[in-house]
């Protein structure tokens, strides 16, 4: 006959009281981190099954001993359910699909009601005696069908829940990793004695899940107290794991062993000028064959470069994606851009090409025919043509340098661009144009007034456009200057009746700075950096009749504020 408080009642009783003022501390101090409620719930329910357990062991009649069966059962159903939310919230997994929470629903139901209506039904005990156990009785249960069911569906969220907690504890290091192992171990300690119950391998007729949870609070309270359980989160990690990369400049994307694209973020997918969509689950060289990543390749030394479509260049870094179980499963691919870098490289090397060769050999022409305007037995008309080419030189080499300070101070790719009056800016291009080339014929037509978004120093490239059209279209030129607003464009056409541009400038424009070896072509290579500063567009059509230059510049919104010229 059970009475008195035995040692194991004791220890019952304590649990439920630690269990009840643990869950309160979880949820009062950290409702607000994820999984704290859940927790919280969950050690409300094993408290209470711990003092309804106590409660059995006191009580002498078998119909009291069925009660409080009865009653343990409603805190037994909901234990797995919590399990599994909290280890989902807390590695912010995905929720539990609701195909599992219809099934689980309808489990539990039957098995409560299985319990409450024995011994009218015997789905979940077909049978209940009482037992001695020591100087105490408790219950013997025969389990049914429903009892079996329930227990199948209850260990399946348990290892399913275990599983996502070991897959999170693989992705954390240290501190992270350790309250993963805490957990995982709370969990091991109640599942071994509570599987040996129910499969009946305990040697005596006594639950001992109430008991192991005594050692499961302790790893919770280590797990928070040693490991900040809910001040240092994996979710938190991963949140801002996937924001970093989601949001970093540079573009980041992974492979697998066999060069699968697996994962990719915005940056990479707007580098490439794919869609996520277009390129995971794609082998990278079908997708992107001019990306030179070998298939197998886990590190590159040396990045590689890339051109992208939009002519940025990047460079290719391969890093390997390794776990400390499987080894090397892939690779993490970056993509740097370097296009500034690269740019303001070759325009360094272009100026200092430019210094070193016309420069250089602009003053040694200066300087030989100053020397022969000095020559003591030098006629009249030698010092004059002497003079005029020393003059004409050094009107060459003042122009230039206006172009070099030109270069220095618009062809910042960084620099703001402005909303400015685009026809006042062609009028004064125009003017100065005439007066330089007098026998020359320009006109201009458009709209009276248009504003665009530029380069603040925009009127350097209409100037040299204009000013070349003048002096490479004979003596008599022909110009026109043709302005059309659209609503995605203003389109400026200068057209020529001259014999066109020179092949080896079109080349400069088209293959770039590195081509560019001295002063001719730089005027158009000028005009091409300026139309790349406005975020604009260039296009040459040569043909017998002259030369039309199309350039397209965005219009300037209808609220913006025109910079005065």
């Not at 501390?25 to 704290?36: K, L, M, Q």
């Not at 357990?53 to 409080?68: C, E, N, R």
């Not at 996520?276 to 590190?299: C, H, K, M």
């Not at 490479?472 to 014999?499: L, M, R, Y």
Request: charged share 20%.
């Amino acid at each position: 006959m059970n009475g008195g408080l035995s040692a194991p009642i004791v220890l019952l009783v304590g649990v439920s009281l630690a269990a009840f003022v643990v869950a309160t501390t979880f949820v009062r101090r950290r409702r607000d981190r994820p999984g704290a409620k859940e927790l919280g719930g969950l050690l409300v329910a094993v408290g209470t099954w711990c003092g309804l357990y106590a409660a059995q062991l006191t009580v002498s009649s078998k119909a009291d001993m069925v009660f409080i069966y009865q009653l343990i059962y409603f805190c037994i159903v909901p234990i797995p359910v919590l399990w599994f939310t909290f280890v989902t919230s807390y590695t912010g997994s995905r929720p539990m699909p609701l195909g599992v929470w219809a099934v689980g629903l309808i489990v539990s139901t039957g098995y409560v009601m299985g319990a409450l209506l024995w011994p009218e039904t015997t789905l979940v005990w077909t049978d209940v005696t009482v037992v001695p156990l020591g100087e105490m009785e408790t219950l013997s249960l025969e389990k049914g069908p429903v009892f079996y069911i329930f227990f199948a569906y209850s260990y399946l969220l348990f290892v399913w829940g275990l599983v996502r907690l070991s897959r999170s504890g693989i992705t954390n290091r240290g501190t992270l990793r350790n309250q993963h192992r805490a957990i995982g171990l709370a969990l091991f300690v109640v599942l071994v004695p509570n599987v040996a119950y129910n499969v009946g391998l305990a040697p005596f007729e006594f639950d001992p899940t109430p008991f192991a949870f005594t050692v499961a609070m302790l790893l919770f309270v280590v797990a928070d107290s040693q490991y900040g359980l809910f001040r240092a989160h994996p979710l938190a990690r991963d949140i801002a794991r996937e924001h970093v990369i989601e949001e970093m400049v540079d573009g980041v994307f992974v492979i697998d062993r066999s060069n699968v694209v697996t994962d990719i973020n915005p940056a990479a997918a707007e580098a490439l000028g794919v869609s996520s969509q277009q390129i995971v689950g794609r082998q990278l060289d079908d997708v992107l064959p001019d990306l030179a990543v070998p298939t197998g390749a886990t590190q590159m030394e040396q990045p590689t470069s890339y051109r992208a479509p939009d002519d940025q260049r990047y460079d290719v870094r391969v890093s390997p994606l390794s776990d400390s179980r499987n080894g090397i499963q892939g690779s993490i691919v970056t993509l740097h851009n370097v296009t500034d870098a690269r740019q303001r490289e070759e325009r360094l090397a272009v100026l200092n090409r430019i210094l070193r060769h016309d420069i250089r050999n602009g003053l040694n022409v200066v300087g030989g025919y100053a020397e022969l305007m000095t020559e003591p037995d030098a006629d009249e008309e030698t010092k004059e043509m002497a003079g005029t080419r020393v003059k004409n030189r050094t009107n060459e080499l003042l122009e230039l340098a206006e172009k070099i300070r030109a270069i220095e101070k618009g062809l910042d790719r960084h620099a703001e661009r402005q909303t400015v009056e685009l026809m006042h800016i062609l009028r004064t291009v125009v003017d100065r144009v005439a007066r330089d080339w007098p026998d020359a014929s320009l006109s201009l037509s458009g709209p009276d007034e248009v504003a665009v978004v530029a380069t603040p120093i925009v009127e350097v490239l209409f100037d040299n456009l204009v000013e070349n059209a003048a002096e490479h279209c004979g003596a008599a030129p022909n110009i026109d200057v043709q302005v059309t607003a659209a609503d995605e464009w203003v389109i400026i056409d200068i057209a020529d009746d001259g014999p066109g541009v020179p092949p080896e400038e079109l080349s400069v424009i088209e293959a770039g700075e590195t081509q560019l070896h001295h002063t001719s072509g730089i005027g158009l290579w000028l005009v091409t950096w300026l139309v790349r500063q406005s975020n604009g567009s260039i296009d040459f059509d040569v043909t017998d009749a002259g030369t039309t230059v199309n350039v397209r510049l965005k219009p300037a919104s209808e609220d913006a504020v025109v910079v005065p010229a």
